[in-house]
């Protein structure tokens, strides 16, 4: 179930959902072209650390999520460290 490729609108939905991304069709009338931008409407594969990052199944969604956690608490972790010190 991980492994299994969602369809477009699965995953249109579950980003939006979960991160407030849209995911825009931009075809050249040739055959469809999925871009999708994040929560600030930046592309979000136009930043080489994305690249890792694959939103075709369940599992590489929660990949990301996960990544997100880490970086989130981390940054949660430093604020609070600033407050600490009256920074």
């Known amino acids: 179930m991980l ?6 609108e699965e995953q249109r939905e579950i980003l939006s959902s979960l991160f407030s991304f849209v ?3 931009e075809d050249d ?7 999708i931008y994040n929560e600030e409407g930046d592309e979000f594969y ?6 890792q990052f694959n939103f ?3 599992e590489g969604i929660f990949a990301y999520t ?11 972790a430093q ?3 600033r407050k600490a010190l009256g920074l």
């Open 3 to 8: 492994k299994k490729k969602l369809t477009i």
């Open 23 to 25: 995911i825009v069709n």
């Open 29 to 35: 009338e040739n055959a469809p072209h999925y871009v």
């Open 46 to 51: 136009g930043n080489n650390k994305n690249l």
């Open 56 to 58: 075709t199944s369940l």
């Open 66 to 76: 996960a990544h997100r956690a880490k970086e989130q608490g981390y940054a949660d």
């Open 79 to 81: 604020c609070n460290m």
